[in-house]
């Protein structure tokens, strides 16, 4: 039997065994489970989150695979969201996860209550959404987008996401370590306030690298 001091001792030697306890009554909710997705699946889904829910309507497609790194060739044709939580679950035996083969907006009618909820979608319509959800149901929520070699992250609690300017806008060509880089940071937040501790709200990460190629990180204050 796998015991979890075992398998979280690495974890446990960062903040506790209570901590880490404390992990397995957190619900959380991935919204989309592409390239962000597919990555912040791979980096909570063995955290000790207790459950995950990955939402998303899509199927791989081969032009997918390479940067969306739950996905192998023989997925291609599958849902998205259930190729996701079969990866969690062979990881981590401790983990409750569900796929919602759904689009947002069937999915916020199921009414399920979260600690937190993750956008990993690729358009600024769901991400209205989901923040005038979030907002409804009182639970915070953190953004994140990738394009090129550029990306941002934003954990939402106050501000309103009604400060971007809300387009049919889609990225262009996506490095995929930018997508993995991004998500290892939403990630990272999102841990970090499951745990309890402290986390800088409601301000913008913009990361670019500029003509030198030096990677530079801008901080935007976010109004409500």
Known sequence: MIKTADYFNRQIQLWGEETQASLQHKKIAIIGSGG??????????TSGIGQIDMVDFDTVSLHNIHRQVAFTLVDEGRSKATVAVEMMKAKNPFIDAHAFTVNFEEFKLLNRNYDLILDATDNFFTRESIDNYAK???????????????????????????????????PRGIT?????HIASLQATLAL????????????????????????????????S
């Open 192 to 223: 970090r306030y499951l745990a309890g501790l402290s986390v800088v709200k409601d301000k913008l990460y913009y990361l670019y690298f500029n003509n030198e190629g030096e990677l530079m990180t801008q901080k935007f204050g976010m109004p």
């Open 176 to 180: 995929a370590p930018i997508v993995m």
């Open 36 to 45: 962000l997705g597919c990555s912040l699946a791979l980096a909570l889904g």
């Open 136 to 170: 409804t149901i009182h639970t915070p929520w953190i953004y994140a987008s990738v394009e090129e070699f550029n990306g941002q992250v934003c954990f939402f609690e106050n501000a309103s996401f009604q400060v971007f300017n809300i387009s049919n806008h889609t």
